[in-house]
């Protein structure tokens, strides 16, 4: 097992986890195939950004703390990742579209406006 510390991440205000950190991930005396390689995370903000204030992803209807609180959510992930890079790889599908350049040249797809992850006529297409 590496030997890292961990960071505490909050979700929201009922919600504590921990993110490890990235010091002591891949340790050389362990095998690489013994870590995942990537971590795949399904609407971190919904916490802070529920389904009922969600207008095409804009942050809009969210109050200033919560933006800042999604912001920094997903900075700390970006950090860890340009850090450990290429040894691990995020996957996020989220709602919320943060405007700024750091975000949003991670955008790689939008499924919005009939565009789908998984498309009505799969498989049969």
């Known amino acids: 097992m590496c030997a890292g ?3 505490r991440v909050f979700a929201g205000s009922n919600f504590r986890s921990t993110f490890p950190t990235t010091k002591g991930w891949c340790s050389p005396a362990l095998p690489t195939n013994v870590y995942a390689r990537f971590l795949f995370l399904d609407q971190p903000s919904q916490v802070y950004f529920p389904a009922e204030k969600d ?3 804009s942050m809009s209807l969210v109050s ?3 933006r800042l609180a999604v912001s920094r ?3 700390l992930v970006f950090d860890a990742v340009k850090e450990v890079a290429p040894g691990l790889q995020v996957l996020i599908t989220e709602h919320a579209d943060i405007n700024d350049a750091w975000y949003q040249a991670a955008v790689v797809e939008r499924w919005r406006g009939g565009l789908k992850l998984v498309p009505e006529d799969w498989p049969t297409n």
């Open 5 to 7: 510390a961990s960071r």
């Open 55 to 57: 207008v095409d992803g």
């Open 64 to 66: 200033e703390d919560d």
């Open 73 to 75: 959510m997903f900075r």
